[in-house]
C-alpha cells in the first residue's frame, strides 16, 4: 500500500520521508507536486473541458490544503461562553481557518460547555477543587491538551491565575481577553475599577499571557467611551461587544502567521495574500 501524499498532521510524507510544511503559497505548490509525483506526470493538470470534474478536483484540492495548514485551539472557559460563541460562528463562517479542539471549564454547569457540545465540539470539565494543588491540577490540564495536539491555549472567560508550570509549558502560545486597556486595570472587576476612578474611555485588550496578571504582550486593543451613569453592567455589555469582535480578529493574525513578538511588542506583519 502507498504511503498517503500528506500527513495531517501539517507535515508531508515524500518517499517515506517526512518533509515540514511550510507558508500556504509553499504549501500549495507542495502539494501539487506530490499529486504530480502520484500520477506520474511532470506537471500538474486538471480537466479543461470537464467544468464539474475541475470545480470538484478544485473543491478537494482546497479541502487538502486547509486539513494540512489548519491550527488547533483549545478554549478555557468558567461562565457563560459568550466570546467562546464569537470565535465558533468565526469559524463556521470561514473567517477562522483553525480547529476547536477541545473546550475545558473548571466548571461542570458552565453553560459555555454546552455551546461547545451544540456544535460538535468535545467540552469537558475539569475541577481544580479535585486536585490537591494548583500544579496538580494545571498538570493534568497539560496533559489533555498535549493529547489533543492543540498549538494555543485560548483563555475566554477563565476565572483563574496560570501558574509559571502551565505558562511555560505554553510559552507564548496562551492568549487572553481582558475587558479593559491594559496595563490600566488589571486583575478582576475591571469595569467598576475603570468607574470608581472616573476614566472618560475604557475598552478590552486581547494578549499574550506571561506570569503576571493580564501583563503579557498585547496583541489588540479597543475602545468605548465611558457615558453618565454608567454601571458596571451597562459599560461590561459595550465592552463585550467590543470583545466578540477583536478575539476572533486576534486568532485570525495568530492562525495565518501574522504575529511577531519581540520583547514586550507585538509587531503585525502585513497580509500578503
Known amino acids: 500500500m502507498k504511503s498517503p ?10 518517499n517515506n520521508q517526512r518533509v515540514p510544511s511550510g ?6 505548490r507542495r502539494i501539487k507536486s506530490l499529486i504530480c509525483e502520484e500520477r506520474g506526470n511532470d506537471t500538474f493538470h486538471f480537466p479543461q473541458r470537464n467544468h464539474g470534474a475541475q470545480k470538484a478536483a478544485n473543491g478537494l484540492f ?4 486547509r486539513m494540512v495548514i489548519m491550527k488547533k485551539i483549545a478554549v478555557f472557559i468558567s461562565g457563560g461562553g459568550s466570546n467562546l460563541q464569537s470565535i465558533i460562528d468565526a469559524v463556521e463562517s470561514g473567517y477562522l481557518n483553525i480547529q476547536i479542539s477541545v473546550v475545558l471549564s473548571n466548571d461542570e454547569e458552565a453553560f459555555g460547555l454546552t455551546r461547545a457540545g451544540n456544535h460538535g465540539i468535545p467540552a469537558l470539565a475539569v475541577k481544580h477543587g479535585d486536585f490537591e494543588s494548583r ?43 481582558h475587558p479593559s486597556i491594559l496595563p490600566s486595570f488589571p486583575g478582576t472587576h475591571s469595569q467598576k475599577q475603570a468607574l470608581d476612578y472616573g476614566v472618560r474611555f475604557s475598552g478590552c485588550t486581547t494578549h499574550f499571557v506571561d506570569e503576571g496578571t493580564d501583563t503579557g504582550p498585547i496583541i489588540i ?33 495568530w492562525s495565518e502567521g501574522r504575529i511577531l513578538i519581540e520583547g514586550r511588542k507585538v509587531v503585525i506583519l502585513p497580509d500578503e495574500s
Open 5 to 14: 501524499p500528506f500527513s495531517l498532521k501539517g507535515d508531508f510524507l515524500k
Open 23 to 28: 507558508t500556504p503559497k509553499s504549501n500549495n
Open 62 to 65: 482546497a479541502t487538502l490544503l
Open 135 to 177: 500544579e496538580k491540577y494545571e498538570t493534568r490540564l497539560i496533559e489533555i491538551l498535549d493529547g489533543y495536539g492543540v498549538d494555543l491555549v485560548v483563555l475566554a472567560g477563565f476565572m483563574r491565575v496560570l501558574t509559571p508550570l502551565f505558562v511555560n509549558h505554553f510559552h507564548h502560545r496562551i492568549i487572553n481577553i
Open 221 to 253: 486593543q479597543t475602545v468605548v467611551p465611558v457615558l453618565p451613569g454608567d454601571t458596571e453592567e451597562s459599560l461590561g455589555s459595550r465592552i463585550l461587544k467590543e470583545e466578540h469582535r477583536i478575539f476572533p480578529e486576534s486568532l485570525k493574525l
